[in-house]
């Protein structure tokens, strides 16, 4: 089993930015490739970004593409999402989840409970 837990979000005014990450724990001796998905409300569950298990590869969203950046620290089992020039748009509960690579969410087994950004216009 892998539980994750993210950190980091909070109520930021638009154009700034925010740094939102997700620990892992359990079996970390497995490295898995990892991805954030995001939830606003009324709205499904989508995609954001996803990263490789080295962190060699990445590829995100149409919709944060130039703002937002997925990094990983394997040797802390960490992924982050730094978020730059946001929008209100961007206000949603934000989820990490490991054990796949791409934007399909049903091909992930773990999920974090989320962490909520807010934005202000």
């Known amino acids: 089993q892998v539980q994750l837990v993210e950190s980091g979000g909070g109520l930021v005014q638009a154009g700034g930015s925010l740094k939102v990450s997700c620990a892992a724990s359990g079996r970390t001796s497995t490295t898995f490739p990892m991805g954030w998905f995001r939830q606003a409300p009324g709205k499904e569950r989508e995609f954001v970004a996803t990263i490789s298990s080295s962190g060699a590869l990445s590829y995100y969203a149409e919709s944060v593409k130039g703002r937002f950046t997925i990094s990983r620290d394997n040797a802390k089992n960490t992924v982050f999402l730094q978020m730059n020039s946001l929008k209100p748009e961007d206000t949603a509960v934000y989820y990490c989840?490991?054990?796949?690579?791409?934007?399909?969410?049903?091909?992930?087994?773990?999920w974090g409970q989320g962490t909520q950004v807010t934005v202000s216009s």
């Open positions: 989840a490991a054990g796949a690579y791409g934007s399909v969410m049903k091909n992930y087994a773990y």
